[in-house]
């Protein structure tokens, strides 16, 4: 593979059977950077199954001796990489951005970017150094419910009912008009989508409400559910611009976390940032900032 790594590291591209390992990786870096694991196994595999993602080309490993110390993905323009803690500050991150950045540029993309931690200092000074600029922020937030959360105040003319199979374009619909309106954010087509989203293992349809105005699907809520941490989790949140500043979105919210609390689940977490302009709705609900991280993100020639 084309990557300039520094003496005694080997790299090879990635494969399905190297799942556990680099899960695995990602989880001992969250450990280091912020003292919790949000990584599930899961989502690597949900990672390795995208449609048009290629693991020959668009992902490296990195090992020193038998130990997978770094990794590498490329997908539609975003990346994702990691060093192991213990071998940071050795030019491995360096080499990675340059095979992102070259592969970036095989694959026709105009910009290369990553989401950080900012608990990560070190990947900042990286990014900063390499010609990246920060271009929004990120945050995780998680609320408690050790009583039962207030119930929702559905608008007038509005039904909430859970997911069904048969919404699911209409509910890509939804999801991709909504977050197209973002800074940076092209369309993503179903077939792109459902295998990230809906056939993630995680994913909870009992969990997930809609709001429909008559027949029309105007809102929704992806939930997914992860028991052995006792956690429901807002994975996708979106309204139709034509119903909005209605209470749909809070309402969906709470019939959520009501549904969380009924299977024994005692914290809801959600991810947003700042191109959605929803962090106001979900601490109005009662959620709470535990992280936050900032996208980097290099214009290519």
Same mark, same amino acid.
Request: charged residues 30%.
């Given at each position: 593979?084309?990557?300039?790594?520094?003496?005694?590291? &080997?790299?090879?591209?990635?494969?399905?059977?190297?799942?556990? +390992?680099?899960?695995?990786?990602?989880?001992?870096?969250?450990?280091?950077?912020?003292?919790?694991?949000?990584?599930?196994?899961?989502?690597?595999? *949900?990672?390795?199954?995208?449609?048009?993602?290629?693991?020959?080309?668009?992902?490296?490993?990195?090992?020193? &001796?038998?130990?997978?110390?770094?990794?590498?993905?490329?997908?539609?323009?975003?990346?994702?990489?990691?060093?192991?803690?213990?071998?940071?500050?050795?030019?491995?991150?360096?080499?990675?951005?340059?095979?992102?950045?070259? &592969?970036?540029?095989?694959? =026709?993309?105009?910009?290369?970017?990553?989401?950080?931690?900012?608990?990560? @200092?070190?990947? &900042?000074?990286?990014?900063? /150094?390499?010609?990246?600029?920060?271009?929004?922020?990120?945050?995780?937030?998680?609320?408690?419910?050790?009583?039962?959360?207030?119930?929702?105040? @559905?608008?007038?003319?509005?039904?909430?009912?859970?997911?069904?199979? +048969?919404? /699911?374009?209409?509910?890509?619909?939804?999801?991709? =008009?909504?977050?197209?309106?973002?800074?940076?954010?092209?369309?993503?087509?179903?077939?792109?989508?459902?295998?990230?989203?809906? =056939?993630?293992?995680?994913?909870?349809?009992?969990?997930?409400?809609?709001?429909?105005?008559?027949?029309?699907? *105007?809102?929704?809520?992806?939930?997914?559910?992860?028991?052995?941490?006792?956690?429901?989790?807002?994975?996708?949140?979106?309204?139709?611009? @034509?119903?909005?500043?209605?209470?749909?979105?809070?309402?969906?919210?709470r019939t959520a976390f009501g549904d969380f609390y009924e299977r024994g689940r005692g914290t809801v977490g959600v991810a947003t940032d700042?191109? @959605?302009?929803?962090?106001?709705?979900?601490?109005? %609900?009662?959620?709470? %900032?535990?992280?936050?991280?900032?996208?980097? /993100?290099?214009?290519?020639?």
């Open positions: 593979m084309t990557i300039d790594l520094p003496a005694g590291l &080997r790299a090879r591209p990635a494969n399905a059977r190297d799942t556990g +390992s680099v899960y695995e990786l990602i989880a001992a870096c969250e450990l280091a950077d912020e003292g919790v694991v949000e990584v599930d196994e899961d989502d690597i595999t *949900v990672v390795f199954g995208r449609q048009g993602f290629d693991p020959t080309l668009d992902s490296v490993l990195v090992f020193e &001796r038998d130990q997978l110390v770094a990794w590498a993905e490329i997908y539609r323009g975003r990346g994702e990489g990691d060093v192991r803690p213990s071998h940071r500050n050795r030019g491995i991150g360096s080499a990675l951005l340059g095979w992102l950045e070259r &592969r970036a540029r095989e694959l =026709a993309s105009t910009e290369v970017g990553q989401t950080k931690t900012d608990a990560n @200092t070190d990947a &900042r000074e990286l990014f900063l /150094a390499n010609g990246y600029e920060p271009r929004w922020t990120s945050w995780m937030l998680r609320m408690r419910m050790d009583e039962r959360p207030a119930p929702p105040e @559905t608008p007038p003319g509005i039904a909430i009912r859970a997911y069904r199979a +048969s919404d /699911a374009r209409e509910v890509h619909q939804v999801m991709d =008009a909504a977050f197209t309106e973002w800074e940076g954010r092209d369309p993503e087509p179903y077939d792109v989508w459902a295998p990230q989203v809906i =056939a993630h293992p995680a994913f909870r349809p009992e969990l997930s409400p809609l709001a429909l105005d008559g027949d029309e699907i *105007v809102g929704v809520v992806i939930s997914c559910e992860y028991p052995e941490l006792g956690e429901g989790w807002i994975q996708q949140l979106a309204t139709r611009a @034509t119903h909005r500043r209605r209470g749909i979105a809070q309402a969906l919210l700042s191109r @959605t302009g929803a962090l106001d709705l979900y601490e109005k %609900v009662g959620m709470r %900032v535990e992280r936050h991280y900032t996208r980097y /993100a290099k214009r290519l020639g």
